[in-house]
């Protein structure tokens, strides 16, 4: 499983030209899924959102978690975060799980992270334009 986390100021999902969902302050994540990924790494992936601290404190050092400036967070499929470039110009992305074998592990990151997080989606597999202000900008790569 990979994430990209970026610090968002907002942001929002627009499929076919309507917005589908929006955030105000809070976490863009991007996921993807491979080969290997089941729903406890989901936990362990939630966990650390929900402690990542990425957020300014008073002292503008970076202390706070999303939960403690009450935050909001969008996430969005992507199965292109496993792309390999290593080999000409065109990426491969055979490293990324196959939809029909990662939609019901994105369900389960999805339906964990309206649990515990405060968290809207995109719709997987859509063609989604997401527009958002990165905070920063602060963004950060997570491997589980």
């Known amino acids: 499983m990979r994430l990209l986390i970026e610090r968002v100021k907002s942001c929002k999902c627009v499929i076919y030209g309507l917005t589908n ?4 302050q809070g976490l863009l994540v991007y996921c993807a899924f491979e080969e290997g990924d089941n729903p406890l790494k989901n936990d362990k992936a939630i966990s650390k959102i929900k402690k990542l601290r990425i957020f300014t404190d ?3 050092k970076l202390n706070l ?6 935050g909001e967070v969008m996430v969005i499929s992507s199965f292109s975060l496993f792309a390999d470039l290593n ?3 065109r990426p491969s992305f055979s490293r990324s799980l ?6 019901p ?3 389960d990151f999805i339906n964990k992270a309206k649990l515990e997080l405060n968290a809207k989606t995109g719709v997987f597999g859509a063609d989604m334009k997401v527009n958002s202000i990165n905070d920063g900008p602060i963004s950060v ?4």
């Open 21 to 24: 969902s929006e955030i105000g």
């Open 58 to 60: 008073e002292a503008d």
């Open 65 to 70: 978690s999303i939960g403690d400036v009450n």
């Open 87 to 89: 080999t000409g110009n």
């Open 98 to 103: 196959k939809y029909d074998e990662s939609l």
């Open 105 to 107: 592990l994105y369900n």
């Open 141 to 144: 790569i997570l491997d589980i």
